[in-house]
């Protein structure tokens, strides 16, 4: 009788996202990052991490949502009807590091809201794939 297969979590390198004007972004605007295709990458998960920095404040944060297509990359989900809706980073400290775990679409982009009352000065996003092996 054969021994049951053990599955291993293989994790890619870190992948940098490509956030144009994260790390000015103005108070109440929403950065959209590039578009990952995870179409050949075949990742089960993605951990995500978020670096920013602005005015530290009681009541800012960021709200982080994930946007999807799937016809290929054409179209994809907006602000007001995600995918996903992360939870939000608190800027009550200042430059906060924010990791979040998700199952990966197949085509995906991160979009951030700056709820911070002030410009960010800091604001950079990359993510690490994780797939299943089978290992004997």
Excluded: C
């Amino acid at each position: 009788m054969a021994l049951p297969d053990t599955f291993q979590d293989l994790y890619s390198a870190e992948i940098a996202l490509t956030t144009t004007g994260f790390s000015t972004l103005a108070n109440a605007a929403t950065m959209i990052s590039d578009a990952v295709d995870n179409s050949t990458l075949l990742y089960d998960l993605i951990l995500l991490e978020i670096k920013v920095g602005g005015t530290a404040a009681a009541t800012a944060w960021l709200d982080v949502r994930i946007l999807a297509s799937i016809d290929g990359g054409t179209d994809y989900s907006v602000w007001t009807t995600p995918l996903l809706i992360l939870p939000g980073i608190d800027m009550s400290v200042d430059n906060p590091v924010y990791h979040a775990l998700f199952k990966a679409p197949q085509r995906w982009k991160l979009a951030v809201k700056n709820n911070t009352g002030a410009v960010l000065d800091i604001g950079s996003a990359s993510y690490q794939g994780i797939k299943g092996q089978v290992i004997d």
